[in-house]
T-cell receptor
Framework: AQSVAQPEDQVNVAEGNPLTVKCTYS??????LFWYVQYPNRGLQFLLK??????LVKGSYGFEAEFNKSQTSFHLKKPSALVSDSALYFC?????????????FGGGTRVLVKP | GAGVSQSPRYKVAKRGQDVALRCDPI?????LFWYQQALGQGPEFLTY????????KSGLPSDRFFAERPEGSVSTLKIQRTQQEDSAVYLC??????????????FGDGTRLSIL
């Protein structure tokens, strides 16, 4: 079975400060990991993915994430947050060994960036 | 280019009615997924198509839920005899390749279904 945990329901940060959104996962094999962002009344928008290789992955809009196999984590980071980054963020995992291509999502973390 | 298109954006139905939700994936995308997103929660997998073949329907909550993709492009999710617990946002996603599952899924804006 594959699962994802996002331990924080909400993260508050001041504009210009670093932003971190936490994610841990559980798979029986190796993971494919993804981050998505969701704005109100919209679908999910892809930010970045980890498949293999370099543990630091760079994505859209200045976001990056670090894959840590020993801690089974894939935290999302941005060095300097913008007010427009305020949204709902979802981490998702797929177990390479699992049949099918379905993603399992975490419960989401709401990010609020204050001016 | 055009993204994933879902219709209707909003659907209100009375308990017991049947509903049909449509998804137009990105042109040429082989894989198509349906997810259910309850209020304040992450999306939960319902079913997966590779072209016209429904390869995984393990997430469909009951036999009232049925999905099809007869020509390998447009897909319809049908819910029969709707119940209040079916109220949710239904998201459709497509991705380019069939294998490996390492391609990002591209999501539509969803259909918000409200059952009265």
């Amino acid at each position: 079975a594959q699962s994802v945990a996002q331990p924080e329901d909400q993260v508050n940060v001041a504009e210009g400060n670093p932003l971190t959104v936490k994610c841990t996962y559980s798979v029986s094999g190796n993971p494919y990991l993804f981050w998505y962002v969701q704005y109100p009344n919209r679908g999910l928008q892809f930010l970045l993915k980890y498949i293999t290789g370099d543990n630091l992955v760079k994505g859209s809009y200045g976001f990056e994430a670090e894959f840590n196999k020993s801690q089974t984590s894939f935290h999302l980071k941005k060095p300097s947050a913008l007010v427009s980054d305020s949204a709902l963020y979802f981490c998702a995992v797929r177990d390479i060994k699992a049949a099918g291509n379905k993603l399992t999502f975490g419960g989401g973390t709401r990010v609020l960036v204050k001016p | 280019g055009a993204g994933v298109s879902q219709s209707p954006r909003y659907k209100v139905a009375k308990r017991g009615q049947d509903v049909a939700l449509r998804c137009d994936p990105i042109s040429g995308h082989v894989s198509l997924f349906w997810y259910q997103q309850a209020l304040g929660q992450g999306p939960e997998f319902l079913t997966y198509f590779q072209n016209e073949a429904q390869l995984d329907k393990s997430g469909l909550p009951s036999d009232r839920f049925f999905a099809e993709r007869p020509e390998g492009s447009v897909s319809t999710l049908k819910i029969q005899r709707t119940q209040q617990e079916d109220s949710a946002v239904y998201l459709c996603a497509s991705s380019q390749y069939r294998a490996f599952g390492n391609q990002p899924q591209h999501f539509g804006d969803g259909t918000r279904l409200s059952i009265l």
